[in-house]
C-alpha cells in the first residue's frame, strides 16, 4: 500500500513538473515569437526610414524648383514704361551681359523696349542682367557673334569684345574675329532686316597719341604688329566695314568711340588701371603705376584716399605700346547730341569701390580672392621644320 502511495506521488510530481517544464518552454518559444516579430517590426521600421530618407533626396530638388518656379511668377522687377506698339523697339544688344552692356539693356529695358541679349560669357556674366529674366520684353540667348544670327530687329547694339588687355592679348586671333567677323555678321544682319546699327568702338583706335585732346577727325598712331593690335586693329577694321556697309549697302550705321569707363559690374581682373588701383587698395597691396602719367599718379592717390588703404604707391615700368596720353574732345557730342558726362568722377569712384566691397565679400565666402590681373600673350605651338 506504501509503496503504492509513493508511485503516485512521484507520478503526480512528474506530471506537474512537466507541465511546468511545457510552461516554461511555451514561454520560451513565445518570447522568441515575440522578439523576433519586434526585430522585423524594427528592421520594416528602418527599412521605411530609408526608403522615406531616399524619397526626400529625390523629391527636395523637385521642391527647390516648385519654389524658384513660385519665386519667378513673383519676382519684382525694375520700374518699366508702357510703350504702345508703335512705339516700342525690338532691339538686339551684342554683349549684353558685360559691363556696359548690362547698364545699357537696363536703360532700354526700362524705357519700354524688346530687348535679346547676345553673349557667349568669355567676359559678360549673366548675373549683370539675371534680374531681367523671366520678363516678357527680355531674352538672353547664349551665341557668339562670329557665328551669323537670324533675328528680326529694329535695332543693333553691337559691343561684343573683350575691351581689358588681359582678356583681349591673351587669344589675339578670337579677339580679331570677334571685331571683324562678328562686326561682319551684325552688319549683314543689319542689312536683311533694314535695322540701324549702333557700333562700340574704342579710344584705341588712336592708338599712342601724337595728339592731344582726341578728336574724331584725328586718324591715330596705331602699331599694326604689337601686342594690343589685335584689339586697336580689330576695332579700325569694324569702323571701316560700317562705313563700307554704310556707302555701298545703305546700311544705316553709328559709332561710338567709348574711352576708359569705370562703375559698378566692372570686373575686377580687369586688368586696367581703376579696378587695379581699387583692388589692390582694398586688399592693402601696393599701387602700381607710372610714374610719367602724373594723372595716373592722382588717380592713384584719390582711390586710396576714398578706399582708406594703407597701400604704398609704386612705380612700374610702362607696358609695350602703352599710350602716354589719351583725353577725348567731346566738342561735337556736346554740340550734335547735347551729351557730356554727368557723373562726378569722385562718386563714380565711389559707386565703383562700393561694388568691389561687396564682390570682395561675396568671394572671400566663395574661398576665392582675385588679384589684379597681368596682361598676358597666350603662347602659341612649337613649330618643328
Known amino acids: 500500500m506504501v509503496s503504492k502511495a509513493l508511485l503516485r506521488l512521484v507520478s503526480a510530481v512528474n506530471r506537474r513538473r512537466m507541465k511546468l517544464l511545457l ?26 526610414l530609408k526608403i522615406e530618407s531616399k524619397i526626400e533626396e529625390i523629391v527636395e530638388p523637385l521642391r527647390e524648383k516648385i519654389r524658384d518656379l513660385e519665386k519667378s511668377f513673383t519676382q519684382k ?18 554683349g549684353g551681359a558685360g559691363f556696359v552692356g548690362s547698364h545699357l539693356t537696363d536703360k532700354l529695358m526700362m524705357d519700354g523696349h524688346e530687348v535679346t541679349v547676345v553673349d557667349n560669357f568669355f567676359t559678360g556674366r549673366k548675373r549683370n542682367v539675371e534680374h ?4 516678357e520684353n527680355f531674352e538672353l540667348i547664349n551665341h557668339d557673334v562670329v557665328e551669323p544670327l537670324y533675328i528680326e530687329v529694329d535695332q543693333i547694339y553691337h559691343l561684343a569684345s573683350p575691351a581689358s588687355p588681359p582678356n583681349y592679348m591673351y587669344n589675339p586671333i578670337k579677339t580679331l574675329k570677334t571685331n571683324a567677323i562678328g562686326t561682319l555678321n551684325m552688319l549683314g544682319l543689319a542689312k536683311r532686316v533694314g535695322a540701324r546699327l549702333l557700333l ?6 588712336y592708338g599712342d597719341p601724337e595728339v592731344h585732346p582726341q578728336s574724331e577727325d584725328y586718324w591715330g598712331h596705331v602699331n599694326p604688329i604689337g601686342p594690343r593690335a589685335c584689339y586697336d586693329e580689330g576695332k579700325r ?9 554704310m556707302k555701298q549697302e545703305g546700311v544705316e ?16 581682373n580687369d586688368g586696367r588701371v581703376v579696378s587695379n588701383f581699387i583692388l589692390q587698395a582694398l586688399q592693402g597691396e601696393p599701387l602700381t603705376g607710372n610714374p610719367e602719367e602724373h594723372t595716373i599718379l592722382e588717380f592713384a592717390q584719390l582711390i586710396k584716399n576714398l578706399v582708406g588703404s594703407g597701400s604704398e604707391i609704386q612705380f612700374l615700368s610702362e607696358a609695350q605700346d602703352d599710350p602716354q596720353k589719351r583725353k577725348p ?3 561735337k557730342a556736346k554740340m550734335m547730341l547735347a551729351w ?46
Not at 577694321?237 to 556697309?245: D, L, Q, S
Not at 550705321?253 to 575686377?268: K, L, S
Request: hydrophobic letters at 40%; aromatic letters at 10%; proline letters at 6%.
Open 132 to 135: 531681367w529674366i523671366g520678363h
Open 253 to 268: 550705321v553709328r559709332v561710338a568711340r567709348i574711352f576708359n569707363t569705370f562703375g559698378p559690374r566692372m570686373h575686377m
Open 200 to 205: 562700340a568702338s574704342t579710344s584705341e583706335v
Open 340 to 385: 557730356e558726362p554727368v557723373v562726378p568722377l569722385e562718386e563714380g569712384l565711389n559707386k565703383a569701390i562700393h561694388y568691389f566691397r561687396k564682390e570682395l565679400e561675396y568671394q572671400a565666402n566663395n574661398q576665392y580672392i582675385p588679384k589684379p590681373k597681368p596682361a598676358r600673350i597666350k603662347k602659341g605651338r612649337t613649330r618643328h621644320n
Open 329 to 331: 574732345d567731346i566738342r
Open 23 to 48: 510552461g516554461i518552454a511555451l514561454l520560451a518559444y513565445v518570447a522568441s515569437v515575440w522578439g523576433n516579430f519586434v526585430n522585423m517590426r524594427s528592421m520594416q521600421e528602418n527599412g521605411e
Open 77 to 94: 522687377y525694375p520700374p518699366v514704361k508702357f510703350l504702345s506698339e508703335k512705339d516700342r523697339k525690338r532691339i538686339l544688344i551684342t
Open 237 to 245: 577694321v569694324a569702323e571701316t566695314m560700317c562705313y563700307a556697309y
